[in-house]
């Protein structure tokens, strides 16, 4: 918390980083970098699970937005349980390997070629696992993934940059990250009624959002002003968590 904008970076109200140290007193706050990039991603904890692995959780919701779940009293949610390693001096980030459990009905669709279209990869909204690689050193103007009229998820060629742009009446805004354009874009999206969790080139960034606007009906694949490749395109529709349909207080 209470570090300023610094470009596409840090544009919440507040923002959860790490620094990577020998100690938790001997460190160089200019390091400090964001755990996660997008929207809703705060009070994150880890723990150390029984066979070793440190997992982190944290709370989906951001501060001073005035959401539609407010009036009825709900404040935000948690997000799905994460497994943290070290790779080249940065933090990466997993769904847990327990999330596969959760997988229900996988549609492999392999690779799709767009030219100034799209494709839709899914009529009505589910929760569900959609994953693809964007291939490099593509000629296009931007390229990526709608969720109907709440979200859209795409690389913008001209700015360099990989951007979730959520299209809430009372919170329209976006977040990025700088991308090589030349290296292929590996995505693997976590969708639920109301969140959306990517996970960028194998969890190496992170962007985790809210949103509760739109029909949430179609999700497809676009692009626009040029021609791209998807490879290994595959939808996997999610179990629910819930044991019981109706939920007794």
């Given at each position: 918390?209470?570090?300023?904008?610094?470009?596409?970076?840090?544009?919440?109200?507040?923002?959860?980083?790490?620094?990577?140290?020998?100690?938790?007193?001997?460190?160089?706050?200019?390091?400090?970098?964001?755990i996660?990039?997008?929207?809703?991603?705060?009070?994150?904890?880890?723990?150390?699970s029984?066979?070793?692995?440190?997992?982190?959780?944290?709370?989906?919701?951001?501060?001073?937005?005035?959401?539609?779940?407010?009036?009825?009293?709900?404040?935000?949610?948690?997000?799905?349980?994460?497994?943290?390693?070290?790779?080249?001096?940065?933090?990466?980030?997993?769904?847990?390997?327990?999330?596969?459990?959760?997988?229900?009905?996988?549609?492999i669709?392999?690779?799709?070629?767009?030219?100034?279209?799209?494709?839709?990869?899914?009529?009505?909204?589910?929760?569900?696992?959609?994953?693809?690689?964007?291939?490099?050193?593509?000629e296009?103007?931007?390229?990526?993934?709608?969720?109907?009229?709440?979200?859209?998820?795409?690389?913008?060629?001209?700015?360099?940059?990989?951007?979730?742009?959520?299209?809430?009446?009372?919170?329209?805004?976006?977040?990025?990250i700088?991308?090589?354009?030349?290296?292929?874009?590996?995505?693997?999206?976590?969708?639920?009624?109301?969140?959306?969790?990517?996970?960028?080139?194998?969890?190496?960034?992170?962007?985790?959002?809210?949103?509760?606007?739109?029909?949430?009906?179609?999700?497809?694949?676009?692009?626009?002003?040029?021609?791209?490749?998807?490879?290994?395109?595959?939808?996997?529709?999610?179990?629910?968590?819930?044991?019981?349909?109706?939920?007794?207080?």
């Amino acid at each position: 918390m209470g570090l300023k904008p610094h470009g596409i970076a840090r544009n919440n109200p507040s923002i959860t980083s790490y620094v990577i140290a020998d100690d938790g007193e001997n460190f160089d706050p200019n390091l400090l970098t964001e755990i996660d990039h997008g929207h809703d991603f705060y009070a994150s904890q880890s723990m150390q699970s029984p066979d070793g692995r440190r997992l982190m959780i944290a709370w989906l919701a951001m501060w001073k937005l005035p959401f539609a779940s407010y009036p009825d009293g709900w404040c935000g949610m948690l997000t799905l349980p994460r497994e943290l390693s070290l790779k080249d001096g940065k933090l990466v980030q997993r769904p847990v390997r327990e999330l596969s459990a959760l997988y229900k009905k996988e549609k492999i669709l392999g690779q799709i070629e767009l030219t100034n279209s799209t494709c839709t990869l899914k009529k009505h909204f589910k929760p569900a696992r959609i994953s693809f690689i964007l291939k490099g050193g593509q000629e296009f103007e931007c390229a990526g993934i709608h969720i109907d009229e709440a979200l859209s998820l795409y690389v913008d060629r001209q700015h360099g940059e990989l951007t979730l742009l959520r299209k809430e009446p009372n919170a329209f805004s976006s977040r990025s990250i700088p991308l090589d354009l030349k290296q292929d874009l590996t995505l693997e999206i976590y969708l639920d009624a109301s969140s959306i969790e990517v996970f960028v080139n194998g969890g190496v960034d992170t962007f985790t959002s809210a949103f509760y606007s739109g029909k949430r009906q179609h999700i497809s694949l676009f692009v626009h002003n040029g021609q791209a490749v998807f490879d290994a395109v595959k939808v996997i529709t999610l179990k629910s968590v819930m044991r019981h349909k109706q939920l007794l207080l």
